[in-house]
C-alpha cells in the first residue's frame, strides 16, 4: 500500500499555496484552469483510483490538459499533496454545535466529522502526517475543538492532548476497518472465508485448555466491527474526557 508524506516537498512554496501568498501564474492557453480545480481534480482521482495512482499527468489528464499546465501552478506531486489534505478538511460550521452546546457535543460531531472523512477519502491514512502543514482549513477545525474546551478548565497541553487522543482514536478505527475491507479486495477472500479456513486449528486450541477465557466468550463476542467499535470507543472516549474535567474542577475548587 502507498505511503506518501505531507510537509516532504517545497515547504514554503506549498505555505504560499495554502494560505495565498505567493504570486499567481500568468494567464495561459487554459484561462478556465486554476489552483482549486487541480486540487479538487487530484482528490477526485485519488478517490476513484488510489493514492497510488496520483501523478501530475493523471491529474492533467482527468482536466484535460497538459501534464506541463499544472506545473504553473504548483511545482509538485508533493506540494498538490499539502493542498489536497487541507482541502478535504475544509470546516463547515453548519454541520457542528455552536458554543452554547457544550464541549461534548462539538468534540463528538467533530470525531464523527473525522470519521466519515477517513471513509469518504480512504487515500487520507496513506498519508503519514507526523509533519503536517497546517493550511486555514485544518486551523478552522482546530480553532472549533479548542474552543469548545475553552470553558472546560482543562490546561491548555491538556486540550491539545485531548484532541490528539481522539484524532489517534478515530484515524486508528477507521483504519482498521478500511484495511478490512480492503484485504477482502486485495485477496478476492471474503473475511467470512478467511476465518473458516482458521476455524480447525482454532477450534483445537480452544479445546486444549490453555484459552479459557477465550474459549468462553460468546458466539457473537467478534460480530459487528467498524461501526459499533467506533460508538463504543467514542462514548468511553468523551467518558474519559469528562471525568478528567471534573478532577480538574474539584482541584481548582481544593486549592
Not at 142 to 158: S, V
Not at 236 to 249: S, V
Request: glycine share 10%; hydrophobic share 40%.
Amino acid at each position: 500500500m502507498t505511503t506518501e508524506h505531507s510537509g516532504s516537498g517545497d515547504i514554503s512554496r506549498s505555505l504560499e499555496l495554502l494560505w495565498g501568498t505567493g504570486e499567481r501564474p500568468s494567464r495561459g492557453p487554459k484561462p478556465g484552469l486554476t489552483l482549486d480545480r487541480i486540487v479538487t481534480a487530484a482528490i477526485a482521482v485519488a478517490d476513484a483510483e488510489g493514492l497510488g495512482a496520483l501523478s501530475m499527468r493523471r491529474v492533467a489528464a482527468e482536466l484535460g490538459v497538459g501534464a506541463m499546465s499544472l506545473y504553473r501552478y504548483v511545482p509538485g506531486k508533493a506540494e498538490l499533496l499539502d493542498l489536497m489534505l487541507d482541502k478535504v478538511v475544509e470546516f463547515d460550521a453548519d454541520a457542528h454545535p455552536g458554543p452554547a452546546a457544550g464541549w461534548r457535543p462539538a468534540l463528538e460531531a467533530v470525531a464523527r466529522t473525522h470519521w466519515r472523512l477517513h471513509h469518504r477519502h480512504p487515500w487520507l491514512l496513506q498519508v503519514d502526517q507526523s509533519h503536517p502543514l497546517l493550511g486555514p482549513n485544518a486551523l478552522d477545525g482546530f480553532e472549533y475543538a479548542l474552543r469548545a474546551l475553552a470553558g472546560t478548565g482543562l490546561p491548555d497541553r491538556e486540550k491539545v492532548h485531548c484532541m490528539v487522543a481522539l484524532e489517534g482514536f478515530v484515524s486508528g478505527t477507521a483504519r482498521t476497518q478500511l484495511n478490512s475491507a480492503h484485504a477482502e479486495q486485495r485477496t478476492g477472500i471474503s473475511a467470512e472465508d478467511f476465518w473458516r479456513a482458521q476455524e480447525p486449528v482454532l477450534s483445537g486450541a480452544m479445546r486444549s485448555g490453555r484459552y479459557p477465557t477465550l474459549a468462553g466468550l460468546d458466539e457473537d463476542s467478534f460480530t459487528g466491527g467498524g461501526n459499533p467499535v467506533f460508538e463504543l470507543g467514542l462514548a468511553a472516549l468523551l467518558d474519559g474526557f469528562a471525568t478528567l474535567i471534573a478532577a480538574r474542577t474539584r482541584a481548582r475548587k481544593d486549592a
